[in-house]
Structure formats: C-alpha cells, structure tokens
C-alpha cells in the first residue's frame, strides 16, 4: 500500500512577527522608492540646468527684447545676423531683435577682451495670434489675428504674394514718410 505524503501546513508567525515583517518590508520599499527618487530627481536637475543654457533668451520673430548686462561692455557679436540681431544703447543695455527661426548667439566682451557674456539666442514663433493658411500648391500665407485677421509678412509665405504685400506695405511707408518725424518729414508748425 502506498503512503500519500501530503505537505505540512506552514506555522502561522506570531502577530508580532507579521508586524515586523511587513514593517521592514515596507522600510525597505519606501527607501527604494526615495533612492529612485533622488536619483531621478538629479537626473531631472541636471538635464533642465543644461537645456537653461543650451536656451538662454527667447524672442519672438520681429519682436525685440531688451537685455540688462551685470558688467560694461565693449564689443558685442552676434553668432548669425541673419537669425538675431542687436542693437546696443550704452554699455549694459542690448536690445536683441527676432529676424528669422532658429538659433545663434551672442557673445559680449569687456575692453580687455574678457568674455562677459556668451549666451545662446533661440527665435521662436509669435505664438497664438499667428496662423498660417497652407494652400496646397500655391504655397502659405501669413496672418495675425489679434483679434481680427490681417495678412503678414511671414517665412516661407508664397514668394508672389509676399512681394506684393511688400509692396504695399512699401507704399504706405513712403506715402506717410511726410508726416514722420524720424524720416525728416517734420511737418511745419501753423504760421501766426
């Protein structure tokens, strides 16, 4: 005849035992979790301090921004012109403008030569107020929509219909350079 061996029920632990267990468990995966976290953490602290600098300023296209410098300086270049330009009203203020998308930068020395400042320049969209019609072949158009609709100039706009926007926009530049200070058109003062 055979014997069927059957297994042998595990002794329950004491109340106190199961306590101690499941606190030390549980120590344990709280303090895996706060490790993970303070490494994840770093990890995060670490990647936004080197995208801060990879991306120091933002303008916006033909937006200008100003620029406050800690220290004087002497000489100021700009990486790209065509992406950013400058504009530089005495030795600690620099008005930076968006020309076209991308990113450059701007490098700002002291009259000794000492770099006081190399800071990376990103031209980014005007945001929500500007849209942009693609139609098909043709090409896009630009509009601002603040709050009504109006055609702008805008990169990659269809070349024909861009030029004739700058030709009107030409147009009324001239037609109003008679009564505009800046371009020496000062109108005269009624005579007594």
Not at 52 to 81: C, M, R, W, Y
Not at 136 to 161: A, F, H, K, W
């Amino acid at each position: 005849m055979r014997r069927v061996m059957r297994p042998r029920p595990m002794p329950r632990p004491t109340p106190r035992k199961a306590i101690r267990k499941m606190l030390a468990y549980r120590t344990r995966k709280m303090a895996r979790r706060q490790m993970l976290g303070a490494f994840v953490g770093a990890g995060c602290a670490a990647l936004m301090a080197g995208a801060a600098q990879a991306s120091d300023f933002k303008v916006e296209l033909n937006e200008t921004k100003a620029l406050h410098l800690a220290k004087p300086v002497s000489t100021i270049v700009v990486g790209n012109p065509l992406i950013a330009d400058v504009t530089v009203e005495g030795s600690q203020l620099v008005y930076v403008m968006g020309r076209s998308f991308g990113t450059t930068n701007l490098v700002a020395t002291d009259s000794e030569g000492n770099a006081v400042l190399n800071l990376d320049v990103s031209v980014v969209s005007q945001g929500e107020s500007t849209v942009t019609l693609t139609r098909g072949p043709s090409g896009q158009l630009s509009y601002n929509c603040t709050p009504r609709c109006e055609r702008i100039p805008g990169v990659g706009d269809n070349p024909d219909s861009y030029d004739a926007l700058m030709k009107q926009v030409a147009g009324a530049l001239s037609a109003g350079a008679g009564a505009n200070p800046a371009a020496g058109g000062m109108p005269q003062a009624p005579s007594e």
